[in-house]
């Protein structure tokens, strides 16, 4: 199982950022996905996950409006898109398959200030 996220990056407060993880290694189609991030000194909070059967969707009451999860079963990908970005969305972003065990990314990080 191999999960690849894409850059993060820099970006002003009430900017927008998308991520990407690529999956390998698995039946992408079979599984629920996730975002989680994970900020020094805080715990890991899950984002956004979603269904591999129905598309279904969870976010975080942090990020819900603000934040959207999407996935591409034909590409293996899943996607993150930021808007309205905060200071407190600064963090190290994961994209993480669930389960025993569970498999994440290698992270990427996020920050968001002027």
């Known amino acids: 199982v191999q999960l690849v996220e894409s850059r993060g990056g820099l970006v002003q407060p009430g900017g927008s950022l998308r991520l990407s993880c690529a999956a390998s290694?698995?039946?992408?189609?079979?599984?629920?996905m996730t975002w989680y991030r994970q900020t020094p000194g805080k715990e890991r909070e899950m984002v956004a996950g979603?269904?591999?059967?129905?598309?279904?969707?969870y976010y975080a009451d942090s990020v819900k409006g603000r934040f959207t999860i999407s996935r591409d079963n034909a590409k293996n990908m899943v996607y993150l898109q930021m808007n309205s970005l905060k200071p407190e969305d600064t963090a190290v972003y994961y994209c993480?398959?669930?389960?025993?065990?569970?498999?994440w990314g290698q992270g990427c990080q996020v920050t968001v200030s002027s």
């Open positions: 979603i269904s591999s059967a129905d598309g279904s969707m």
């Open positions: 290694g698995f039946t992408f189609s079979n599984y629920y």
């Open positions: 993480v398959r669930p389960g025993t065990p569970a498999y």
